[in-house]
């Protein structure tokens, strides 16, 4: 697509467009002034003569013409505006179609998908609407994530009215899934919240320090300096606003604290921390101008030197399909030698025969054979031979 054509474009369109109002402006000034001046005439004239003050009225309202005159301007205008329209249609292919991979679409699954996001957001009687009018068979699966996503959403309902016990009881219910998942600032956060809007009552100093006597102390040994300036806050009751603290009843920390939960309840849960419709949405329309653009080449046609660089900004353009971090989808891998499964501190690692193992796994053999970097590696399942060093860390996307 040239850019410098769609930019002269837009200017002539920005043109006619600021010249057709500019004679439609003028149009009705003319008009205007000549009513203003039949309506003086009408004030000071006699009986007799508004006949003939109306019909000369008339005749100059044919003569200026109008209605011809803002047709005319208008047809200018769509003129200009079809071009514009033509030139984007032949810049833009709109049939987005042709990127997509010729496989057959699970309308079962996408209406599926469609359910689950709105049960995430909590319109519930939503996601039920859709679900019996795309004909959907309501499943044991679907009726789980229902009930699911409606006991965090009764979580949050019962947070925005400051009554923290139901958060409080899943949090410590939870407790252990949450520390092996490395959120253990959860809890604290929680008694945080709860601890500045006590002190805002009106026995806020004694309540509060009683509140953080019994649940604030405890995190002191990985949250020193915290509870340290919640203890400060006892000084500034009734006008906390005015202390260094104040940062403490911002309203963004009830927010960042639910979305925290949301995330980490769908950890628990076993669901992913985003929404996998937004995230998939998300990630097609990041990658659909290259996707089109690519295939755009792939089905053309090109010979000689144009076709040699048409090779080459294919390759350019597949080395950009690549999407954010964010939205990258990691597989659980499972080791089919030891069985476990890869995480963060035990990754999958690829062998230059080709197979892949857990790094423990791989560690273990390299032990086996002496513990030196130039010893060779036998795979477990070719018996190939290689070297520690040629071995690299995977990524599944």
Same mark, same amino acid.
């Given at each position: 697509m040239e850019l410098n054509a769609m930019k002269e474009a837009i200017d002539r369109l920005t043109e006619n467009q600021n010249l057709s109002a500019l004679k439609s402006q003028q149009l009705i000034n003319e008009l205007i002034q000549e009513l203003e001046q039949a309506s003086s005439k009408l004030l000071t004239s006699e009986r007799d003569s508004i006949r003939t003050i109306l019909e000369d009225l008339k005749v100059k309202f044919n003569q200026v013409s109008p209605l011809s005159h803002l047709q005319d301007n208008q047809k200018e205008l769509n003129l200009a505006f079809s071009n514009y329209t033509e030139l984007l249609g032949n810049s833009f292919n709109p049939d987005i179609s042709i990127a997509n991979r010729n496989v057959e679409t699970n309308y079962q699954a996408v209406n599926q998908l469609i359910v689950s996001h709105f049960y995430r957001q909590g319109m519930f009687e939503l996601g039920d609407f859709f679900l019996n009018e795309s004909s959907?068979?309501?499943?044991?699966?679907?009726?789980?994530?229902?009930?699911? #996503?409606?006991?965090?959403?009764?979580?949050?309902?019962?947070?925005?009215?400051?009554? #923290?016990?139901?958060a409080l009881s899943w949090i410590v219910a939870n407790r252990d899934v949450l520390r092996q998942n490395e959120s253990t600032d959860l809890e604290f956060k929680l008694h945080r919240l709860q601890f500045v809007v006590i002190l805002q009552n009106q026995n806020g100093i004694e309540e509060s320090f009683e509140y953080a006597r019994e649940f604030v102390t405890q995190f002191s040994a990985d949250h020193k300096v915290e509870v340290k300036r919640l203890m400060s806050c006892l000084w500034w009751a009734g006008r906390m606003e005015k202390s260094p603290y104040s940062d403490l009843l911002s309203s963004s920390n009830f927010e960042n604290f639910a979305d925290e939960l949301m995330r980490e309840y769908c950890k628990v849960i076993g669901k992913s921390e985003k929404c996998p419709l937004i995230t998939t949405v998300t990630a097609g329309v990041t990658n659909l101008p290259i996707l089109l653009r690519l295939t755009n080449l792939l089905i053309g046609e090109g010979e000689g030197e144009g076709k040699k660089e048409d090779l080459e900004t294919m390759i350019d353009l597949a080395g950009r399909v690549k999407p954010d971090k964010d939205l990258m989808f990691h597989l659980i891998f499972e080791c089919s030698l030891c069985c476990g499964k890869g995480n963060r501190?035990?990754?999958?690692?690829?062998?230059?025969?080709?197979?892949?193992?857990?790094?423990?796994?791989?560690?273990?053999?390299?032990?086996?054979?002496?513990?030196?970097?130039?010893?060779?590696?036998?795979?477990?399942?070719?018996?190939?031979?290689?070297?520690?060093?040629?071995?690299k860390q995977l990524s599944f996307r």
């Open positions: 959907s068979s309501s499943s044991s699966e679907t009726e789980l994530i229902r009930s699911l #996503f409606m006991e965090i959403h009764r979580i949050l309902e019962s947070l925005s009215n400051l009554e #923290f016990e139901p501190l035990n990754p999958p690692i690829w062998m230059p025969c080709g197979h892949v193992l857990c790094m423990v796994s791989v560690v273990r053999l390299w032990r086996n054979t002496g513990g030196e970097d130039d010893r060779p590696l036998k795979c477990p399942y070719c018996v190939s031979v290689s070297k520690l060093r040629n071995c």
